[in-house]
């Protein structure tokens, strides 16, 4: 995780195949839960500038930079973000996600997927669902639409 420079030259062709192709990534770009050598929004946005059509899905809501992987999804029609991890105990105690970023969550209610890293995580899967449903303000379409709807559109 993070132990590759996304913006290395020798992945150009890469991701210019991926790009055209439409693939949606999985890339772990946040620093956390460990920060790796290329974290950081600061790649990721200098990557959606070389190839602006990238179907990234952001793992765990790129955390701790929460409120940067946000403006990186609002600015790119193609970026999602996925929840693994976010909003647990494990994850609460040491990188809380900032209760003044809920209302962006809901208005991206579209390109936020469920995410579980199950079954390599530290707690129960339901434990990684009630996390999600347990948010304030957070409506049964939003809802389905993270656990549902989104996956199934993105890779319909």
């Known amino acids: 995780m993070g132990r590759y420079e996304p913006n290395n030259p020798l992945l150009d062709h890469v991701w210019g195949v991926i790009e055209d192709a439409g693939i949606p990534v999985v890339i772990h770009c946040g620093s ?3 920060p790796g050598d290329y974290t950081g929004p600061e790649p990721i946005r200098r990557l959606l500038g070389r190839y602006p ?3 990234l899905i952001v793992a765990h809501l ?3 930079e ?4 946000l403006d990186i999804c ?6 999602r973000l996925d929840t693994t991890m976010a909003f647990t105990p494990f994850v609460d105690d040491t990188m809380p996600f900032p209760p003044s970023q809920l209302h962006r969550l809901r ?6 997927l469920f995410g579980s890293d199950f079954p ?9 669902m009630r996390s ?13 639409k993270v656990f549902y709807e989104n996956a199934a559109a993105l890779f319909s």
């Open 120 to 128: 390599n995580i530290p707690y129960g899967y339901i434990d990684a």
């Open 107 to 112: 208005q991206l209610g579209d390109r936020i």
């Open 74 to 79: 609002e600015g790119s029609a193609d970026v």
């Open 132 to 144: 999600i449903t347990g948010l304030p303000g957070i409506d049964d379409d939003w809802l389905r």
């Open 32 to 34: 956390g839960p460990v």
């Open 66 to 69: 929460y409120t940067e992987f």
């Open 53 to 55: 059509r990238l179907r």
């Open 62 to 64: 790129g955390m701790p």
